[in-house]
């Protein structure tokens, strides 16, 4: 078989639509905003040169009784992997939790999950807010549960919170810019406004809705932009990146990636393989070490799949590489789907799948490069870095795990419920904040975890999980395993090697 050496794509089961808009209506949207804080070197802002602004003109007369609707709100990840955001805090609760684990960890409640949420909503609204000007004189909802409009002049006015709604005439033409409040730039306001350091992926859509309600089944999608603000935490308590000057953010370089072997999947389908694996992933830490866990932590694997020989010694088959972003204070199911040509696994074989995350952010790079030319390959970005990335073609999972029962996203209809605003262009948000982004992620000096920190730039901070198993027979094309043995080798993390024959597991409603 010819040993290869390609990337996958590996992020989270996805479903992507190409929802458009009125196609009369020109319109100009950042693809990804960054803000970002930091109170120690007295900076706000943009990352970037020129202030994001989304625009919006060339309305029609029938278009006179709608309403332009600005929603934003936290990107909340579920368990299995699953984006979806509410634009008032509220969230339908998560159908799966973590079943029987072969070693014990203390895992969130969801009240804990939503307490976060919320927390992340608060500082969005407060933090983030839009100076929105219409030639043609602005016109806000008089009531505004979930906005609040300070007005600056007849066409100009400032818009805080997750659901703001601007009247829409003929003559309306729309510039909406990405600000900080100034009152959150000010750290000793910090305690009365209840904000804390903080990294928050965030969804930001336009939309064209019949009412002002929040309930509108008239609703006209315009665009979208990846949102993402961050308040930097204060060196004192975490170590930070360094410093390249005004607008250039710094981050945590200390991380506490846990990190355990999850189910897998086998499938022989003609002359290939599939893998369909699980990692799972905490990102959260005790109030000791909180500030670094309220930040993104990047995702990078070297996956190896390996044949046991009866000699005991270890034939490689296979070696790619995954990745995503782990969200601030997350912990869950982390997939990845693998195709294997010319291959298939025999029964009563004896295999290794082992995930090397000891790079976290070198691995990351690897993954983001080969995944941007992926999409290059296929026609859905293009090279030129400035140009907008296409919008990819309905899937229904990308990759999908069988086993799985993934977060359907679901047309927004009803904003104000919770759970209302799970969107399809979600995923496809996270994957532009995923490829733009060039100041993240940092290369970290230390791994920390149970057994103390290790330095990560030397090599020095191993993690690697893995599992040993015989491939026992097939049933309608689907591998039945035994004889595992589930095991983690780290400089950081307790190491283990256990063979219960339990797997941490999802089980969903």
């Known amino acids: ?54 625009s919006f ?33 509220q969230l339908n609760q998560d159908n799966c939790s973590v079943g029987e684990t072969p070693f014990p960890m203390t895992l969130q409640t969801w009240d804990t999950k939503l307490d976060f949420y919320r927390l992340q909503t608060r500082q969005l609204n407060r933090c983030v807010q839009f100076r929105i000007k219409d030639v043609a004189g602005l016109n806000p909802a008089s009531v505004q ?14 818009a805080n919170g997750g659901l703001c709604y601007f009247k829409i005439s003929p003559n309306s033409s729309f510039t909406i810019q990405y600000e900080v409040s100034p009152e959150c730039t000010d750290e000793n306001l910090f305690s009365s406004l209840e904000l804390k350091p903080l990294d928050i992926f965030a969804y930001s859509g336009f939309y064209m809705s019949g009412d002002a309600s929040g309930r509108s089944t008239s609703l006209k999608p315009l665009g979208s932009a990846a949102l993402r603000f961050s308040i930097e935490a204060p060196s004192k308590d975490v170590a930070l990146s360094v410093n390249m000057g005004e607008g250039s953010p710094r981050w945590p370089m200390v991380a506490f990636p846990d990190v355990h072997m999850s189910e897998l999947e086998i499938q022989n389908k003609g002359s290939e393989s599939k893998m369909l694996t ?7 830490c005790d109030d ?60 009563g074989s004896r295999y290794r799948l082992e995930a090397d995350l000891t790079y976290l952010s070198i691995y990351h790079r ?28 309905p899937v229904s999972r ?29 995923e496809l948000n996270q994957m532009r904040a995923l490829l733009k982004g060039v100041d993240w992620p940092p290369y970290f000096e230390e791994m920390c975890g149970d057994d103390g920190c290790s330095k990560a730039n030397s090599g020095a901070a191993k993690l690697k999980v893995g599992i040993d198993f015989t ?33 941490i597991k999802a089980v969903c409603q």
């Open 471 to 503: 491939l026992e027979r097939f049933e309608d094309g689907i591998g039945k395993k035994k004889d595992y043995r589930v095991w983690r080798q780290s400089s950081y993390s307790p190491a283990y090697s256990d063979e219960s024959q339990t797997l």
């Open 398 to 426: 990308m990759p999908g795990l069988d086993t799985l029962k993934p977060n359907s996203p679901l047309p927004v209809v009803d904003p104000l419920a919770p759970g209302g605003g799970n969107d399809f262009q979600l």
């Open 288 to 347: 000791t070490n909180e500030s670094a866990c309220r930040f993104s932590l990047p995702i990078g694997v070297q996956y190896t799949l390996k044949e046991i020989l009866p000699t005991g010694r270890l034939r490689t088959l296979d070696q790619w590489y995954a990745g995503g972003v782990s969200p601030a204070f997350w912990e869950g199911f982390f997939p990845s789907q693998r195709d294997i040509t010319n291959f298939q696994f025999k029964e």
């Open 1 to 54: 078989m010819k040993f290869m050496k390609l990337v996958q794509l590996s992020l989270v089961p996805i479903c992507f639509s190409s929802m458009a808009g009125n196609a009369d209506i020109l319109r100009s949207i950042p693809e990804f905003v960054h803000l970002h804080v930091s109170t120690e070197r007295g900076w706000s802002g943009s990352v970037g040169t020129l202030p994001p602004t989304a």
């Open 57 to 89: 003109a060339g309305f029609s007369n029938d278009d006179g009784n709608s309403w332009l609707t600005l929603a934003t709100g936290p990107e909340f990840v579920n368990l299995l992997g699953g984006h979806s955001t509410a634009f008032t805090g």
């Open 366 to 393: 690897l993954f983001k490069e080969g995944f941007k030319s992926f999409l290059i390959q296929r026609g859905l970005w293009t090279i030129d870095p400035n140009a907008p990335l296409l919008p990819i073609p």
């Open 278 to 284: 699980r990692l799972f992933i905490k990102n959260s």
């Open 145 to 158: 549960p979930a906005c609040s409009v300070t007005t600056l002049s007849a066409n100009e006015a400032i």
